[in-house]
């Protein structure tokens, strides 16, 4: 297979070194009479869930850290580009990342990393979590998840899903579905998010799995359809999609979720002091209201747990990609 959003290693090693011939200036920004920055990589675009989430807490993460914070996009060969430069950065506090359920799917996709996922970064906290949507074109014959599992079951191989790319969450997330299914269906993987569901909309393909936040503008102008919430619970942004699990199916559950890390050897100090702040700036009104407009759940873990929390979302995924007989690259 191919690795996250397309990318084979050739590409990864020349796009990391790349980055490491041409350092990016770091300051092109105004600085507090303190001269405090705080830069926050993003291995994902400008537009993206984890881009949206941590600029609607920037300036409440700024107030909170007292200093100015700083978001550079640092996309490329599925995230690896941008967490490999926050790997290599100093442990001093000033150098921080919000990454999601890819940093820990890396190992199990990929034969080579830059990095480790886990020993090379520092948790400080997975703040929340972003509900996945399981969605059908609008014709599609079947609307809820009874119909759809007996429709899949009835016809196996005659239905195919996209996904933003081999390896990628929105692709496991589907292949959990299947799992907890007992069903089958063609995979399709397209470059990146946006073509995957305009070829869902348009019916050039059955089904797929998005995050809530990304495909609730179409479910509501009704070019989708949603099947199910993969969540425990109904989401408060989009309350009338039922669960898997209250449709009879609970063992469907997949939720994408964003954490806040730096390097690793982060003094025990910075990581308190960071991790007060993101307690802070999240339970501020402006940053509540623009996560569920966003669709995201805040609940934030201690360092401690969302250290344990990688280590368990890695062994996970490890298996579902074991499971589904995909091939690292």
């Not at 089958?184 to 305009?198: E, K, L, N, V």
């Not at 503008?217 to 425990?232: D, F, R, V």
């Not at 009879?248 to 990581?271: C, Q």
């Not at 873990?301 to 690259?329: H, R, T």
Request: charged share 15%; net charge positive.
């Amino acid at each position: 297979m191919k690795s996250l959003d397309q990318f084979s290693r050739r590409q990864i090693m020349a796009a990391v070194g790349a980055l490491v011939a041409s350092p990016i200036p770091t300051r092109l920004f105004a600085q507090t009479a303190n001269d405090k920055t705080i830069k926050f990589i993003l291995p994902v675009g400008a537009g993206s869930g984890v881009d949206g989430i941590t600029r609607a807490a920037q300036a409440a993460l700024g107030k909170a850290l007292q200093a100015v914070v700083v978001i550079e996009n640092q996309p490329g060969a599925g995230g690896v580009v941008g967490t490999n430069a926050l790997t290599k950065s100093a442990p001093d506090g000033l150098t921080l990342s919000m990454v999601s359920n890819n940093h820990v799917i890396y190992p199990s996709v990929l034969k080579s990393l830059p990095f480790d996922p886990i020993k090379d970064i520092t948790p400080i906290a997975v703040v929340g979590s972003t509900p996945m949507v399981l969605v059908v074109n609008a014709k599609f014959p079947a609307k809820t998840m009874k119909e759809f599992v007996a429709l899949l079951k009835a016809n196996p191989g005659k239905y195919n899903y996209a996904s933003s790319g081999n390896g990628t969450i929105l692709h496991l997330a589907a292949e959990l579905m299947k799992d907890a299914t007992g069903t089958f269906a063609t995979h399709i993987p397209y470059r990146g998010f946006g073509p995957m569901m305009a070829d869902i909309i348009g019916g050039q393909v059955d089904f797929g799995v998005g995050a809530l936040p990304a495909v609730i503008g179409q479910i509501k102008s009704g070019n989708l359809h949603a099947i199910c919430i993969a969540s425990p619970q109904r989401a408060l942004a989009a309350p009338d999609i039922p669960t898997a699990v209250e449709q009879g199916f609970p063992k469907y559950l997949v939720e994408g979720w964003f954490a806040a890390v730096g390097p690793a050897k982060m003094s025990a100090d910075n990581v308190r002091r960071v991790h007060a702040a993101i307690v802070t700036a999240f339970a501020t009104d402006e940053v509540k209201a623009a996560m569920a407009r966003q669709g995201n759940t805040i609940n934030i873990q201690s360092p401690e747990a969302s250290s344990a929390f990688f280590q368990s979302e890695l062994n996970k995924y490890a298996m579902v990609v074991k499971k589904a007989g995909i091939k690292p690259d």
